[in-house]
């Protein structure tokens, strides 16, 4: 039956009870999707900058990413362990003048926190005369003017925190490399006897390999080894038990059997072909964490160079405390030197012997140049790596000369693929941008546990059926990716070169 009309020809219905809410049924239609995020749009390449990356950025406010968790609780949690660490220092002290230097510190730690759990606005690093400085500060200027700890990229923020952390004690007079996390990471190498044991009593005597099948074996095994010694991770693990340090860094076969399977995207076959195919030529390691994955990278590149691999191994780290547990040059020269004369561990005469074995080879290779230990301040800036060849032509043309570069870890991988919200299905070449497209772009290799919201490189459905049945997958550090680029090497560096 025809409704009546008003006259603006609006349906007319006497005495219809408007309901408070509406209710829909939909019983027919296909089941609500509970895929983690819904899939943004991509960002067109030219308008692609810090603050506004490839697909959008996870930021601290935004309270389904992991991100807001670290802005908002991790961060002054860290912070505030800095600070007890810096007082047990200040404790210490005999002489005026350090203490009032070191309280000074305190004091700028403090307003640190402040800002922090106040979410102020991202202002300048003071000059402290180091190089990274006009790096950092352009940066805030050009993107980040009138954004806060919580608005800005998650990647920048938290960069941008341990800079600012740094600089507590770079404008001081005797405290100017002070590292608040050294204690942490010493204290937690010193509980993985039990797997550095394992590694050194194995590979102590340089390796006779029968042939080219017993060397893909060992490298197979010992790569992952490599890639799992990232699950002891500083910053996450907190109060971790011996026990639990040792089952994490379990290097034994079944262990690696088990694990194999939560290898979400696997180019290990790529990376051994590039490695058998590319003899004798550089390899590189931008490292992560200090202590047992340092050591495992150690002990990788040192296989490497006696099966004839590379000829020469170039490890990356940075100038200071970075992250919690990332590699400085103290901890490169710590964990090499207590090898050779260190009391860290308890053992049998056998296993010391062959820690000591170990580090006095190091020692020898770096005196030859087999192995060199860099610091390049573009390392501890806010950019992505999408950046690298625009902000620090230096070193992408320093990774030119690279047969192959491994990024450890799972900042290196939030650093690769611009930290944001892209498909997990999102190929790796294209998710890292101009780090595999510009030409002379090295042959890159990304081995990361998993353990923030960024990822790309897994076949379809690997992601939504996770989201499904494992919750905290993401996060966990329970699955990891080995992802390789081929680049562009055998084409010549274009320093003006754009996406
Ligand atoms: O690079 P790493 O050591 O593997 O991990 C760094 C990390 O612990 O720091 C962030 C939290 O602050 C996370 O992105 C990530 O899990």
């Known amino acids: ?141 050009k993107y980040f003017q009138g954004k806060d700890f919580m608005s800005a990229p998650w990647i920048f923020a938290e960069a941008y925190k341990y800079r600012r952390l740094h600089s507590c004690f770079s404008i001081s007079k005797y405290f100017q490399d002070y590292d608040v996390f050294f204690r942490q990471k010493c204290d937690t190498f010193a509980r993985s006897s039990h797997a550095v044991f394992e590694l050194s009593t194995r590979f102590a005597e340089p390796s006779k390999i029968p042939n080219d099948d017993a060397k893909k074996l060992i490298f197979m095994e010992l790569f992952q080894v490599c890639l799992w010694g990232n699950s002891t991770d500083l910053s996450l693990l907190i109060d971790m038990s011996e026990e639990d340090i040792k089952n994490l860094q379990s290097t034994g076969g079944d262990q690696l059997a088990a694990t194999q399977k939560n290898i979400l995207g696997n180019d290990i076959e790529k990376v051994w072909n590039q490695l058998k195919n590319n003899k004798n030529g550089r390899i590189d390691f931008v490292l992560d964490n200090a202590g047992f994955e340092l050591f495992t990278d150690l002990v990788l590149a040192d296989f490497l160079i006696q099966a ?19 590699v400085t040059r103290k901890d490169w020269e710590w964990l090499i030197n207590s090898a050779c004369y260190g009391r860290l561990f308890k053992g049998t005469a056998e296993e010391l012997n062959s820690l000591r074995a170990l580090g006095q080879r190091w020692k020898r290779y770096e005196q030859e140049g087999k192995i060199k230990y860099e610091e390049h301040p573009f390392w501890i800036s806010g950019y992505t790596f ?114």
């Open 308 to 326: 004839g691999l590379a000829d020469q191994v170039k490890f990356h780290g940075k100038r200071f405390a970075w992250f919690v547990s990332d």
């Open 1 to 141: 039956m025809a409704q009546p009309q008003t006259p603006n020809g609006s349906v007319d219905i006497p005495n219809a009870s408007i309901p408070s809410s509406v209710q829909l049924r939909l019983n027919n239609m296909p089941p609500r999707s509970r895929s983690y995020m819904a899939e943004p749009n991509k960002i067109d390449a030219k308008y692609v900058n810090p603050e506004s990356p490839p697909f959008p950025a996870f930021r601290g406010y935004h309270t389904f990413s992991f991100a807001n968790d670290v802005m908002g609780r991790r961060l002054p949690t860290i912070l505030g362990k800095a600070i007890e660490d810096t007082i047990i220092t200040l404790n210490q002290l005999s002489k005026e003048d350090e203490i009032l230097d070191l309280l000074a510190c305190i004091e700028r730690m403090d307003t640190l926190m402040d800002d922090l759990k106040s979410n102020k606005k991202l202002t300048p690093i003071p000059d402290d005369g180091a190089g990274d400085i006009a790096i950092w500060n352009k940066e805030i200027a």
């Open 386 to 499: 999408f950046h690298l060849l625009e902000v620090s032509p230096d070193l992408f043309l320093d990774l030119h000369q690279s047969k192959l570069v491994f990024f450890k870890g799972d900042l290196n991988h939030r650093k690769l693929t611009y930290d944001c919200r892209a498909p997990p299905t999102t190929p790796f070449t294209e998710a890292i941008g101009t780090l595999a497209s510009a030409p002379g772009a090295p042959p890159v290799c990304s081995m990361r546990t998993i353990k923030s919201d960024v990822v790309v490189g897994l076949p379809p459905g690997v992601a939504e059926k996770l989201d499904k049945e494992e919750k905290d997958w993401r996060l966990s550090g329970r699955y990891s990716v080995i992802l390789m680029s081929d680049g562009r090497p055998d084409e010549d560096v274009d320093f003006d070169y754009t996406p």
